[in-house]
């Protein structure tokens, strides 16, 4: 694993981290989800809410299986490296597959209106609200992913910011700024 890809795991464990306590529990997708269904005012029996926590709770199961080593029921940061060095992300296609569900169950909240499409006011709720993004860092996200500057982005272009995230080591790549500056904490 070289730094960079380093760099990008700890930024993502981090807004996994919901509670900052160092580790990835059930407990932090839990709060995570229920953040963003309230920012858009899903309550607790709304199907939308709850297809995001099936998703969520079946991506955790499956990082529990695959990266808590020591089998304590959460995972550390260098748990969660580790199963990435092991190849938890295998191909991008592979990767596709399992974070459509994922940004599907987002969309069918955050996505108020069925258009298929996000402003900018939805990217500064939504990752704010379910991975505590700041408003500055969102701006920035959704300016990199609006390539064509309609002031849209579509799942497609969150789909492919994702995955290069984890395989394009380009700086110029909009996956490069997805969670933010990874040089900011």
């Not at 996994?16 to 989800?33: K, T, Y």
């Not at 799942?155 to 990874?182: C, K, N, Q, V």
């Amino acid at each position: 694993m070289n730094d960079f890809l380093d760099r990008k795991l700890s930024k993502r464990f981090a807004t996994f981290d919901d509670d900052r306590n160092g580790f990835i529990e059930q407990s932090d997708f839990e709060m995570s989800v229920a953040r963003l269904a309230e920012e858009f005012g899903h309550e607790s029996k709304s199907p939308a809410r709850q297809r995001l926590l099936d998703v969520c709770l079946g991506l955790w199961n499956h990082l529990l299986e695959v990266a808590d080593t020591n089998t304590d029921g959460r995972i550390s940061e260098a748990e969660y490296k580790a199963a990435f060095a092991l190849g938890l992300l295998e191909t991008p296609e592979a990767f596709d597959q399992g974070y459509l569900p994922f940004l599907g169950a987002i969309m069918d909240i955050v996505d108020q209106d069925g258009d298929g499409q996000l402003t900018v006011t939805d990217e500064i709720r939504w990752t704010g609200a379910m991975m505590h993004l700041s408003e500055q860092d969102a701006r920035e996200v959704f300016c990199r992913l609006d390539q064509d500057a309609d002031g849209f982005i579509t799942t497609s272009d969150l789909l492919e910011a994702i995955r290069a995230y984890y395989f394009d080591d380009s700086p110029d790549s909009p996956g490069y700024w997805l969670l933010g500056s990874l040089d900011s904490p």
